[in-house]
């Protein structure tokens, strides 16, 4: 057997480390709020699909990740590379990041969520489970090198419910 890259696997390690995705999450009676992650992972449990996303707890989108079971993965292009940073550094709190960067959410009725309209491929997610990441059981390196401020991550377990892609 060939060793190869991990990267070279699946697309999708590429795509969330280095290209990175917008999570959207909240419906039409909670509101919505989207920002960029770069931090997740894809695969089964529970016999279902699911996509793991982390958010961390200072983070305007965890309000609407604990609000609301309808929860989207959004994957632009690297030329939507200056949009995908506003989204990162800036909060929903202060800012319209849609009105900002110029990109629009759509909405699905069907789904009650929303999504970046702009998006090459959108996983449509429900929420299953969510846990605070615990500190106290977590690796020194780790600790020092992702936590110095101690703002945290929650973890959330979401069931893959439909895989868009845009073939314009």
Known sequence: MLKKNINEFNSFFKE???????????DKFVGYNAMTVSWGGIGVLWNKPVAFIFVRKSRYTLEFMNK????????????????????????GRDVNKFEETGLHASFEPDFNGYFVAEAD????LKKLYSTDIDFDNMPESIKNS?????DMHVM?????????????
Not at 146 to 150: G, K
Not at 158 to 163: G, I, N, P, R, T
């Open 121 to 124: 491929k959108v996983l449509k």
């Open 156 to 168: 959330y377990v979401c069931e893959v419910k439909q895989y868009l892609v845009n073939e314009e």
């Open 146 to 150: 992702n936590y110095a401020n101690n």
């Open 68 to 91: 609301s079971d309808s929860v989207t993965l959004s994957f632009l292009g690297d030329k939507y590379k200056k949009e995908k940073t506003l989204f990162g550094r800036t909060s």
């Open 16 to 26: 969330i480390n280095d290209e990175w995705a917008i999570v959207t999450a909240g």
